[in-house]
């Protein structure tokens, strides 16, 4: 069941103020139930290799989401063929220059953690990705790693 709800606020109430303000709110069970169901009908599963994204966002952009992806894990592999220590170590990982802003962001996390870069691969990945829906256009978008 639907309903409003329209309240004044208090400080608005006997304090001279010329205008007055309402505001429509619904009931919890109706915003739960609208917001579950822009999510089903924008959800979306994507696997590849060991990387299992769930992805949030309008059809239009889970190409570019899927795109990202691809081009997040080439990037890592790419950065593990130069230095295999990159993947392995439990340690935190000094950023390099010539490295790319994805590898960056991992090393960067590793430090302020004190563990390996490999520890927030999943939310570099899946930040990647959103990042990339955002550019395209997208208003609503989100990687779950």
Known sequence: MSYELLFLRSRDVGSGAESVHMYRMRSMPERMLQARSEL???SHCFQYKETIVNIVCDDVYL???EDAIF???RIIE???SEDPFFSITYEPY???D???ELIKRMCDASQSAGVG???GVAGAVAVYAVERMVEAGAEKAIGEN
């Open 40 to 42: 089903a009908s924008m």
């Open 63 to 65: 190409k570019v989401a």
């Open 71 to 73: 081009e997040a894990r």
């Open 78 to 80: 790419s950065k593990i």
């Open 94 to 96: 000094p950023v390099m």
């Open 98 to 100: 010539e490295d790319h």
């Open 117 to 119: 870069p490999f520890a």
